[in-house]
């Protein structure tokens, strides 16, 4: 599951949760994959769909408008 391969990212690699990218293709899996990353204690880590990661790296880089 995905939640444990970003658990073991951050506890057994050191990965810092603000490194960790999550993209799926639906809301409602977004949804629910930020609140059990929340309940584990993981409520930094960025979770979005492919549409909406890909715009905010356009943004953050100036080039969506």
Sequence with gaps: MLVN?????????NVNQDDINAISFTKNTVKDLKEKLKNMGYP??????????????????GKYF
């Design 44 to 61: 930094n880590v960025n979770v979005g769909t492919f549409h909406g990661v890909c715009a905010r790296l356009l943004a953050k880089e």
């Design 5 to 13: 391969r970003i658990k073991n990212l951050i506890e057994s690699h």
